[in-house]
């Protein structure tokens, strides 16, 4: 495992970039997994910077995103296909039909989720799977339960989730209950593993996620199992983990 201690948001952010601008130049077909939520936003506007600048082209790049909130449209302003058109896609070269988000209007969720996993499978898994992390140690919308979800699945969000996730909504009320999402044996099936964590509120959850037991009570920490995981995280997110390692 590799831990990028950096000073700020935006160094952490040109850090995370840089891992998968890597990826890219070294395979220009490859794979990408994306995730969205704030966290990575910086991110994706460096990949863009450089994108603009002929340094970076995402031409024949695949991508297939962890996630999407079950009910919403992808033109809905808090989808996160929508997310990913406004803060990646529109502003990069990759080919929309190259680019992968669950459906959310999805009549038959489980057939979706099974669809979907067919993707991703038939993509050969991503190469560079990029993760947040939320505060509850959630990886996608994969939440803390009694056993480690395999596949993509339809999953009900809890309330610390629902919470985290108001910010962008009118309110509470108005963040969709459920999810689809891809699984832990999913995700794990990815060649490498970028995690990125940015503030206080998230010391706990990076701490317990490589520092404690490895339990679907937490379920980021199955990512101590990955042979090929990069951390990279701001002085905030990355405190108690880097003054437990020292």
Not at 26 to 52: E, F, H, M, R
Not at 173 to 195: F, N, S
Request: proline share 5%; hydrophobic share 40%.
């Amino acid at each position: 495992m590799r831990i990028y201690q950096e000073k700020d948001y935006n160094a952490m952010s040109r850090r995370a970039a840089s891992v998968i601008a890597a990826q890219v130049v070294s395979k220009p077909d490859c794979v990408l997994g994306l995730a969205t939520g704030s966290t990575p936003v910086g991110t994706y506007q460096q990949l863009i910077q450089w994108c603009k600048q002929g340094d970076l082209s995402f031409a024949q790049v695949h991508s297939v995103n962890l996630d999407e909130y079950y009910g919403l449209s992808p033109e809905h302003d808090q989808s996160y296909r929508y997310f990913m058109q406004t803060n990646l896609f529109d502003h990069v070269d990759i080919k929309p039909e190259n680019t992968n988000v669950p459906s959310g209007l999805a009549a038959e969720p489980a057939e979706e989720c099974a669809r979907y996993e067919d993707v991703v499978k038939g993509l050969g898994y991503a190469d560079l799977q990029l993760l947040g992390l939320g505060r509850n140690g959630h990886i996608g919308f994969n939440e803390p339960c009694d056993e480690f979800p395999l596949a993509t699945h339809l999953v009900d969000l809890t309330e610390s989730t629902i919470e985290a996730n108001a910010r962008f909504f009118a309110s509470a009320d108005d963040v969709p209950k459920q999810a689809l999402t891809m699984g832990i044996g999913t995700i794990m099936k990815a060649r490498k593993i970028l995690i990125v964590a940015s503030g206080a509120d998230k010391a706990d959850a990076v701490w317990k996620a490589f520092c404690g037991p490895i339990t679907p009570e937490v379920p980021a920490s199955i990512l101590q199992l990955h042979p090929d995981v990069t951390l990279v995280g701001d002085g905030s997110a990355l405190a108690r983990l880097m003054e437990d390692k020292a």
